[in-house]
DNA sequence: CCATTAATCTACTAAATCGATAGGGTAAAT
DNA sequence: ATTTACCCTATCGATTTAGTAGATTAATGG
């Protein structure tokens, strides 16, 4: 199941991105917009800042605002950053990766080689899509 | 992330189908082959032995056993038994279905529509794979 | 220059849900 | 009598989601 952070914070970034202007946007006003309690998207907006893609102004008249272009934001940084590992099992992770404890040799192991499978089908698609994909 | 369950689960099906014959195999043998706590083994056995993938014989001898061929056991089904919806959202699930709170317009949430790609990609590794193909 | 207002930032807490497991007893087959 | 599956329930722990309280920063109006 993808969590709510994600979800919220894909629709911040879209909702950004769909400004016609950069220039900061209070929390108050996504949150209202986008139905997202408010004091949620604030941590949410916070590792996103974190990560780059946005910046927040203090004070009157601030908020977030984008600081890259929407087609220099690809999916696989957005869902790592909110989601965390793409893989659903971390043993095939390639930035997450973990040994499982139960497993003697992975290259024998059906889950580990199916979920290879899965995990490639989905970079496939977030490789190809950028914020700007999501707003037109 | 994939469950405990779908993970144990799918390697008692391998096992289940990497033997010779199709004699019950204890629930014991299994847990101790895959390393996997034999109560919460039990409980997953008998959902796939609901879902008619398994059957079971009690007392001396018994246990579970393969009572379909493994080209015959897709992974779409052993997913959605396990794990449930292969959607990360339900607004895009083909089975399990159910419209968002927040989300006005589902066709234009881009999280919708990227949700819809990510399942698509998913479903077509699940539905090119049969348990036959994760013993070979 | 100061007071007010609007906004982000930080930290703590709480509720709710879910995942994983353990325990104990029942039923059926040998 | 023994061995095995079956069923119900309780629990522990982690995670997710959200709320509360206050501190910090910046712009603005007098």
Known sequence: MLSKKTKYGLKALTFLAVQKHRNPVPISEIAEHEHISQKFLESILLSLRKTGFL?????KGGGYYLIKEPSEIPMTSVIRVLEGPI?????VSLNFYEKCDDCPDENACAVHNLMIQVRD???EVYRN???KDLIS
Chains 1, 2 share one sequence.
Request: aromatic share 0%.
């Open 87 to 91: 893989s659903m099992v971390p043993c």
């Open 121 to 123: 089908s989905a970079l």
């Open 129 to 131: 899509t950028t914020l």
């Open 55 to 59: 910046a927040s102004k203090k004070g």
